[in-house]
């Protein structure tokens, strides 16, 4: 006992080596295995595959990323990803405000709680339970078909807006949940204040609520942006033809592991500008 006396009272003395014991660990993981695992991805980007025995061969050149930025269908696709990713968080957007407007501003206190728990009930499901259950749905004769028959309209099948519905309902929540904290958060006395000025309701939401709650968005957007840009499993399975990014680095990882890691990068510098962008509009501090 004497021994740990001292050692918590010389750890109460020095704050801040307490502190460095605290984060050692967490900063070895950081270190380590996140960091690590992406400089070492970031090398490899730089190494070539023999074209005989596809074995990659540790010489340093700029071919894969020459090829990423010259080859018609490397551009197409990492284009064609950040479209999707932009989309999904459009429609995300678009759908999260008024939800997250009801549940935080119209509901009842006593439903509020219940309401949060039913947006978070779908993240508790597997996630390839529910794309299998839009492939269902999406897929010829089925829930989307049976639906718009009546109206001589049938549904996407699928493809590329299969693709889009689908990321759109698997990243939701993250987009409904911070707009929703953020116009719980909105003081009643503004909207007060904004009617008996005269201001209507666009006016209000435009000059007042928009403004206050557009770091939330913007919060929600890296969520929905970033896995929508790094998703391949959904495409694969409701995309029929369609190639994103996720689906190169997965098919080029035995042929071809150089390009793969190549690849591999453009989602995270994309991902890092659109963090740099997103820090303009105070939606980190949001997070």
Not at 189 to 205: K, P, Q, V
Not at 250 to 256: A, H, V
Request: hydrophobic content about 55%; proline content about 6%.
């Amino acid at each position: 006992m004497t021994v740990l006396n001292r050692t918590a009272g010389a750890l109460h003395r020095r704050p801040r080596l307490r502190l460095t014991l605290l984060l050692t660990a967490p900063l070895l993981w950081l270190a380590v295995l996140y960091l690590g695992s992406l400089s070492v991805l970031f090398v490899s980007a730089f190494w070539t595959t023999d074209s005989f025995t596809s074995e990659v061969v540790k010489v340093w050149s700029t071919d894969n990323f020459h090829a990423l930025f010259t080859t018609p269908v490397f551009r197409q696709v990492i284009l064609r990803s950040i479209g999707v990713a932009l989309a999904v968080t459009a429609l995300c957007a678009v759908i999260a405000f008024p939800l997250a407007f009801y549940t935080a501003r119209v509901a009842k206190p006593r439903w509020r709680p219940l309401l949060v728990v039913a947006i978070l009930t779908p993240l508790w499901a597997s996630y390839l339970v529910k794309v299998y259950a839009w492939r269902l749905i999406l897929s010829e004769g089925g829930l989307a078909d049976w639906t718009l028959k009546p109206f001589g309209l049938s549904g996407p099948g699928y493809g590329l807006t299969a693709a889009v519905l689908t990321l759109t309902y698997l990243w939701l929540p993250y987009m409904i949940l911070p707009i929703h904290t953020a116009l719980e958060q909105l003081p009643a006395n503004l909207l007060d204040a904004s009617a008996d000025l005269g201001a209507t309701g666009r006016r209000t939401f435009r000059s007042v609520v928009l403004p206050m709650v557009l770091p939330s968005v913007a919060a929600g957007s890296v969520f929905t942006f970033s896995l929508s840009l790094g998703d391949y499993i959904t495409v694969q399975i409701v995309g029929g033809k369609t190639q994103l990014i996720g689906n190169l680095v997965y098919s080029n990882i035995e042929l071809n592991l150089p390009m793969a890691a190549a690849l591999g990068t453009v989602p995270v510098v994309v991902i890092v500008l659109y963090l740099l962008a997103m820090r303009r509009t105070g939606a980190l501090s949001s997070l």
